[in-house]
């Protein structure tokens, strides 16, 4: 019986340009002077972020010497709590907070509801003037919001909503640019899903509710997320509308602070400032994933 033999030479020439083929597939290499561009921006980027971000976390750690020491401690010869106890003390921090998670949480939720409402009306839903009316809200876009400030107060102080929640929170539920973005996700889902569904007796708010809405579930969430730190920073309108120390947001009770203290003890309004700035980075580093992803997912689409 003859036995097949294979000549390990004969394999090795073959190898040897399948090889240098599949590099040669990655196309041609990046120069040098532009990866270290692009490196340098790079650092640049995060030096732009995190210096600032460093230095407000460490001037509220340090005692008074430091933050007025020439020249500038970077490091803190010691870490104290003096600033945030002062801080807390100084300025009523905790009502404070309350306002900003009562404002932020139902404004987001109200903005978001009416969002994914008016959303699928503009997606799958026929009524007359809906381009008119499309056309409308995205051309409010390009409108500055301060534009409708007077006009807003006179409404709020009307309706006798100063210094309420009712006069922060409603006057802005109602968002173009989170419209937007659900209005560019649902497009993309297939009708013939939801007309499945119609023939089976669901209706709008059932179609909307077990279909649209998880399907558009990671841009709800970006768009969740992005509506919320906005509300959590606003500053110019809770400032109009409210007068009174007890319904004052975070952003506002960092202007008390200031007042209060003076420009003598930096310390304790960086540390004012990690109050108020702490929870939406927080926020951000959990779900950064989650919102790359949406606006990707969305962009993609």
């Known amino acids: 019986m003859s036995t097949l033999s294979i000549d390990p030479d004969r394999l090795a020439p073959t190898a040897v340009p399948a090889a240098r083929n599949r590099g040669r597939e990655r196309g041609p290499r990046r120069p040098r ?12 980027t995060i030096g732009i972020f995190l210096v600032p971000l460093y230095w407000l976390f460490s001037s509220a750690l340090k005692p008074r010497q430091d933050i007025y020491s020439w020249p500038l401690q970077w490091i803190p010869t ?4 003096e600033n945030f106890v002062v801080a807390w003390t100084s300025a ?11 404002t932020t949480g139902v404004g987001t939720a109200l903005e978001i509801s009416l969002a994914v409402l008016c959303a699928y009306a503009f997606v799958f839903v026929e009524f007359r003037f809906k381009k008119a009316a499309f056309v409308l809200i995205i051309a409010s876009m390009m409108l500055p919001g301060h534009v409708t400030l007077i006009v807003n107060y ?14 922060i929170i409603l006057p802005g539920v109602a968002s173009a640019f989170a419209m937007f973005l659900l209005f560019q996700s649902m ?25 649209v809405v998880p399907l558009s579930s990671p841009m709800i969430l970006t768009a969740t997320l992005i509506v919320m730190v906005g509300k959590w920073n606003e500053y110019v309108w809770p400032l109009i509308v409210t007068s009174t120390t007890d319904m004052r ?8 602070l200031r007042s209060q203290e003076g420009y003598s003890n930096w310390g304790a309004i960086m540390a004012g400032a990690v109050f108020v700035s702490l929870p939406m980075l927080l926020l951000f580093f959990l779900a950064q994933r989650r919102i790359i992803g949406g606006l990707a997912a969305g962009a993609m689409k």
């Open 187 to 211: 497009r993309t889902i297939d009708e013939d899903i939801l007309q499945a569904a119609e023939i089976d007796g669901a209706g709008h708010l059932r179609r909307m509710l077990t279909i």
């Open 33 to 44: 002077w532009m990866t270290a561009l692009l490196f340098a921006a790079v650092l640049g």
């Open 78 to 81: 010691e870490l104290t709590l």
């Open 249 to 256: 947001t975070l952003p506002i009770g960092l202007l008390f």
């Open 154 to 167: 006179l409404t709020v102080a009307n309706l006798g909503w100063l210094n309420s929640y009712a006069g």
């Open 92 to 102: 009523p921090f905790d009502r404070f907070f309350v306002n900003s998670i009562v």
